[in-house]
DNA sequence: AATATAAGTGAGTAATCACTCATTATAGAG
DNA sequence: CTCTATAATGAGTGATTACTCACTTATATT
């Protein structure tokens, strides 16, 4: 993919295009980068602004702190991270047709997700990596969690706990579990081994009959 | 426990003592407040000097560089992490006698998992966030990793499956799904929600049955 | 072509950085 | 007590930091 695009693409929102000059574009991909690979503090405005071949108040004219540029980086990704759970029709979806079982529904975001870290990797290093020393993007990572993402997830597993596909142990359980275990599985697959030999069908089947057999209704299960 | 007690416990290795002064030990427990806070890269060592109570000099006294001051304090903190693995007789005690089974190896591990990172818990914060920026951290990571951690664990699931108790899957997907399953436990428990209301015996326990169901044989696996 | 607005520049600034070192305080040995 | 060695100090160092601003260049509008 051109290498612009993929960032114009992680900064827009509500469908809208962001207008970015050249070197504005320079600036964050130079920003992402080396915030990616030594973090935001231990990474000058200098050397952005080296790496991104302008003068070092380019940037500032441009964003008005330092923080202020990552935050540009950050807020987009946290967005893009919980994209599915954000859309209106989604949770309907889910019940209505989309997906007849929970199995379903994990093999889609599971699959949905893989695509989304490898397109955009090195924005979503920045921001798990920044996330625990910075209380202003912890917040809005919160509030867009709870509002978004707990409440959507928690009606689908009630939904396919009622239909006794999955245990009866607490939602907030299975929750955990489910986003545990496919984090788990990307971040291994990205940042811990990228290198390893990697069969990503295999792991991803793997991974999807794991969680199931894990959450499935079954005797032996208690709560 | 007292406030002294935890660090020399951390700091020991094969039962020896280390010998620290009072300043000394001033300066490695501010430095693991502040590291874990605010970062390595944002915290400056006169911040440190002072929550110490000691003069900045004192700090370059006894560690000569200020990495040197971070590596004090993560390499320990590495090889506490993964201590259950460093002892020799681990596999063997594992096969003869202790556990009957990967289920009680597992309930065991990760109880002691948890143990360790309530004890420890801003030395920990301190090894993981910095683990992503520092090149030296990493790779003393991945040697003691695979020349302990995942040979040892590579022979217990080897085992377990020759036994029947677990599935065919490939024994590294065993593995990467055990540890996830129990460090995604203990790092919502400890780091994304420590305010939530844990009951902490019941959630192992359930964190356990979900990787026993996960990883057992039975009909409807298949590698 | 003339004008207005925005984008880009880079030398300059005060503050802070990790680290040094000459000096002083402390403590145990004889 | 004296002597010696080590621990502790904090003012001082040059380098680097995020950020500013007077100025130049490019683009758009009339």
């Known amino acids: 993919m051109n290498e612009q695009q993929w960032?114009?693409?992680?900064?827009?929102?509500?469908?809208?295009?962001?207008?970015?000059?050249?070197?504005?574009?320079k600036i964050l991909q130079a920003a992402i980068e080396m915030f990616a690979e030594k973090g935001y503090a231990a990474t000058s405005t200098s050397e952005?602004?080296?790496?991104?071949?302008?003068?070092?108040?380019?940037i500032f004219r441009h964003y008005k702190t330092k923080k202020d540029l990552l935050l540009a980086i950050v807020t987009p990704t946290l967005f893009k991270s919980v994209a599915p759970f954000l859309a209106k029709e989604f949770v309907k979806e889910v019940f209505e047709s989309q997906y007849q079982s929970y199995e379903d529904f994990i093999r889609a975001l599971l699959r949905n997700r893989y695509q989304f870290v490898k397109k955009y990797l090195p924005a979503i290093r920045v921001f798990w990596q920044e996330i625990a020393f910075h209380a202003e993007i912890k917040e809005q990572f919160q509030r867009i969690f709870t509002t978004h993402v707990y409440q959507k997830f928690k009606q689908i597993v009630e939904h396919f706990q009622e239909k006794g596909e999955l245990t009866a142990i607490p939602v907030?359980?299975?929750?955990?579990?489910?986003?545990?275990?496919?984090?788990?599985?990307?971040?291994?697959?990205?940042?811990?081994?990228?290198?390893?030999?990697?069969?990503?069908?295999?792991?991803?089947?793997?991974t999807v009959q794991f969680l199931m057999h894990g959450l499935s209704k079954k005797d032996g299960w208690f709560a």
Do not use: C, H
């Open 48 to 58: 952005i602004a080296k790496r991104a071949g302008v003068a070092e108040g380019t």
């Open 172 to 206: 907030d359980s299975v929750i955990r579990m489910t986003i545990t275990t496919i984090a788990g599985f990307l971040l291994t697959r990205f940042i811990v081994l990228p290198d390893y030999d990697w069969d990503d069908e295999a792991e991803m089947e793997r």
């Open 7 to 25: 960032l114009k693409e992680l900064l827009q929102r509500n469908g809208e295009d962001v207008k970015l000059s050249e070197k504005q574009i």
